[in-house]
């Protein structure tokens, strides 16, 4: 079963053109930190500055599997430069004065960018373009990185925002003023994700601050185990299957790993399907597998490539299974497995970061998990599993 709702990383950080650190070397550093989705905001500085440093966060990050996911904030002119140069942004986040998305989205090379809103009051609450599938709430309090900013809503005007955001199927993402001592009163007022700019930037660790996140907002939001099962995809290297084990000894539900099981069936290794026959014949072969693990409850480990068949997709849609998203930095899993025999895909480093960002669009959006370095008994305790 596949959510429609478009799920968002717990803490979305937002880089600050005040800082001494130019705009990419935040969004890097962002990225090594464990924030997979980065907002680029580059005021005040001039188009040309702003476009440079663009450019080369966005250079970085598809040179690195697409990590980190960035949003352009209110530049749709150089989210279009951008994808000109076949370097198109995740998103493009639009405030109230600026370009309406669906004109955005009419610009080449654009039209199936996330569109993030702006919004502050009852009013807008109600009325977010429909172009959009999320939007800021707030300032939830006041902020001195944006004198301009609306009277703050606080707490009672989050949760309001948020309600009213999700009848409409967006993703509400609370801003303004926030820091580690809010995360658990907005998960719980309905927020998704916080922005943050300076709570962010001024933690000592940032990585542990967004572990903490996840799990505040897995508290008060708690991830669903449905009865059917649940299935997990990511990236080679991800850690799904070591994950599974560990989520079957918790759940005593059987574990079956899809990529095991068409081996199974074949009666030989993967990396001798690929060299004998190609990978369209192994992606033939892993569609009947899941056919048949689908038959009962389980924790299900899918291959990398997996999620890109559209066959598949549709298996899981239809089933009562219940799919999250392992959100490994590409990085962190070319350490674990580059140029090991059993993986045919895993050869090269270039071409297994072109095979990541291409493969991210069909997991973006999906309930996620982020490792951030834990053991997958401490992930699956912390899922509450």
Same mark, same amino acid.
């Given at each position: 079963?596949?959510?429609?709702?478009?799920?968002?990383?717990?803490?979305?950080?937002?880089?600050?053109?005040?800082?001494?650190?130019?705009?990419?070397?935040?969004?890097?550093?962002?990225?090594?930190?464990?924030?997979?989705?980065?907002?680029?905001?580059?005021?005040?500085?001039?188009?040309?500055?702003?476009?440079?440093?663009?450019?080369?966060?966005?250079?970085?990050?598809?040179?690195?599997?697409?990590?980190?996911?960035?949003?352009?904030?209110?530049?749709?002119?150089?989210?279009?430069?951008?994808?000109?140069?076949?370097?198109?942004?995740?998103?493009?986040?639009?405030?109230?004065?600026?370009?309406?998305?669906?004109?955005?989205?009419?610009?080449?090379?654009?039209?199936?960018?996330?569109?993030?809103?702006?919004?502050?009051?009852?009013?807008?609450?109600?009325?977010?373009?429909?172009?959009?599938?999320?939007?800021?709430?707030?300032?939830?309090?006041?902020?001195?990185?944006?004198?301009?900013?609306?009277?703050?809503?606080?707490?009672?005007?989050?949760?309001?925002?948020?309600?009213?955001?999700?009848?409409?199927?967006?993703?509400?993402?609370?801003?303004?003023?926030?820091?580690?001592?809010?995360?658990?009163?907005?998960?719980? /007022?309905?927020?998704?994700? &916080? +922005?943050?700019? *300076? !709570?962010?930037?001024? =933690?000592?660790?940032? %990585?542990? $601050?967004?572990?903490?996140?996840?799990?505040?907002?897995?508290?008060?939001?708690?991830?669903?185990?449905?009865?059917?099962?649940?299935?997990?995809?990511?990236?080679?290297?991800?850690?799904?299957?070591?994950?599974?084990?560990?989520?079957?000894?918790?759940?005593?539900?059987?574990?079956?790993?899809?990529?095991?099981?068409?081996?199974?069936?074949?009666?030989?290794?993967?990396?001798?399907?690929?060299?004998?026959?190609?990978?369209?014949?192994?992606?033939?072969?892993?569609?009947?597998?899941?056919?048949?693990?689908? /038959?009962?409850?389980?924790? &299900? +480990?899918?291959? *990398? !490539?997996?999620?890109? =068949?559209?066959?598949? %997709?549709? $298996?899981?849609?239809?089933?009562?299974?219940?799919?999250?998203?392992?959100?490994?930095?590409?990085?962190?899993?070319?350490?674990?497995?580059?140029?090991?025999?059993?993986?045919?895909?895993?050869?090269?480093?270039?071409?297994?970061?072109?095979?990541?960002?291409?493969?991210?669009?069909?997991?973006?959006?999906?309930?996620?998990?982020?490792?951030?370095?834990?053991?997958?008994?401490?992930?699956?305790?912390?899922?509450?599993?």
């Amino acid at each position: 079963m596949i959510a429609d709702f478009l799920n968002l990383p717990p803490l979305y950080p937002i880089t600050d053109a005040t800082r001494p650190e130019s705009l990419a070397d935040q969004v890097r550093a962002l990225g090594q930190a464990g924030f997979p989705l980065v907002q680029f905001r580059g005021k005040p500085l001039d188009p040309k500055a702003q476009w440079e440093q663009l450019r080369q966060a966005l250079t970085e990050a598809a040179a690195n599997g697409g990590w980190p996911q960035i949003c352009v904030n209110d530049r749709a002119d150089l989210a279009l430069l951008a994808a000109q140069e076949g370097l198109p942004p995740w998103g493009l986040h639009l405030g109230q004065g600026d370009l309406p998305p669906a004109e955005a989205l009419r610009l080449p090379g654009l039209s199936s960018l996330h569109v993030g809103a702006s919004t502050h009051s009852l009013e807008e609450w109600a009325s977010v373009d429909s172009n959009c599938d999320h939007a800021g709430v707030g300032p939830f309090r006041a902020t001195t990185t944006k004198g301009d900013h609306a009277v703050p809503i606080g707490l009672h005007g989050l949760h309001t925002g948020c309600l009213m955001l999700r009848s409409q199927g967006l993703a509400p993402v609370a801003i303004g003023g926030l820091t580690e001592d809010d995360l658990q009163a907005c998960y719980e /007022a309905g927020a998704e994700s &916080l +922005a943050m700019v *300076g !709570g962010i930037a001024r =933690s000592e660790a940032p %990585r542990e $601050l967004l572990w903490r996140a996840q799990l505040s907002r897995w508290q008060a939001q708690p991830l669903q185990f449905r009865g059917g099962g649940l299935m997990l995809v990511g990236g080679s290297g991800c850690g799904k299957s070591a994950l599974g084990r560990a989520l079957g000894q918790r759940t005593g539900l059987p574990v079956v790993d899809l990529d095991a099981a068409v081996e199974s069936a074949a009666g030989k290794p993967i990396a001798q399907i690929f060299a004998e026959a190609s990978e369209a014949v192994f992606r033939d072969m892993e569609v009947r597998a899941l056919r048949g693990a689908l /038959a009962s409850p389980c924790i &299900l +480990a899918l291959g *990398g !490539g997996a999620w890109a =068949s559209g066959d598949i %997709r549709k $298996l899981a849609q239809d089933s009562d299974f219940q799919v999250l998203w392992i959100n490994e930095n590409p990085a962190t899993a070319w350490d674990r497995i580059a140029h090991d025999p059993a993986r045919p895909l895993a050869k090269n480093r270039a071409d297994f970061m072109a095979r990541w960002r291409h493969r991210m669009v069909h997991w973006d959006g999906l309930p996620m998990i982020l490792p951030l370095g834990r053991s997958p008994e401490r992930l699956a305790e912390a899922m509450g599993a």
